[in-house]
C-alpha cells in the first residue's frame, strides 16, 4: 500500500485566488484519498469553501510558515505548492527564506508558482 502524498499549500494574498483555482482544476487529484493537504491560515479556510478537506495551520504573519517548516523539517510533509508574489514585497520575507531553506536542507519539493507545482502534480498523479 502507498503511503499518503501530504502537501502544503501557501500563497501571497495576491496569489491566494490563483492558488484556489489551481486546486479546483486538480480537484480530482488533490481530493484523492491518499493526498492531504496542509495550509496557513486564510487559505486553508479558503480552500475548505472551495470543498476541499485542509489541516489549517495559523496564517502566515502568526507563524505558519514556520509550522509547515517545521512539519517539513519532521519528514510530515512531502512537497510544498509556495505560490509567490514576485512583484510585491512582504514584511515577512525572512520567514519565506526560512521554508525555502528547510526544504532545500531536508530534499522536499517546493514550487514557487502554478507551472511547477502542476509539474509536481503530474509527478504525484503516477505514484497514487
Not at 484523492?32 to 475548505?48: M, S
Not at 519565506?96 to 504525484?124: G, S, W, Y
Request: proline content about 2%; aromatic content about 4%.
Amino acid at each position: 500500500m502507498k503511503k499518503q502524498t501530504v502537501i502544503a499549500i501557501i500563497a501571497h494574498d495576491n496569489k491566494k485566488a490563483d492558488m484556489i483555482q489551481f486546486l479546483i482544476k486538480n480537484g480530482i487529484v488533490l481530493q484523492h484519498d491518499k493526498v492531504k493537504l496542509i495550509a496557513t491560515g486564510i487559505l486553508g479556510r479558503n480552500a475548505e469553501k472551495s470543498g476541499f478537506k485542509v489541516k489549517k495551520m495559523l496564517p502566515c504573519l502568526m507563524g505558519g510558515d514556520a509550522q509547515i517548516a517545521a512539519k517539513v523539517a519532521d519528514g510530515k510533509i512531502n512537497v510544498v505548492f509556495m505560490f509567490t508574489d514576485p512583484l510585491v514585497t512582504n514584511a515577512h520575507e525572512v520567514d519565506i527564506k526560512m521554508l525555502v531553506r528547510i526544504c532545500d536542507v531536508h530534499n522536499v519539493p517546493l514550487a514557487i508558482n502554478e507551472a511547477t507545482a502542476q509539474l509536481f502534480l503530474n509527478a504525484i498523479v503516477q505514484q497514487l
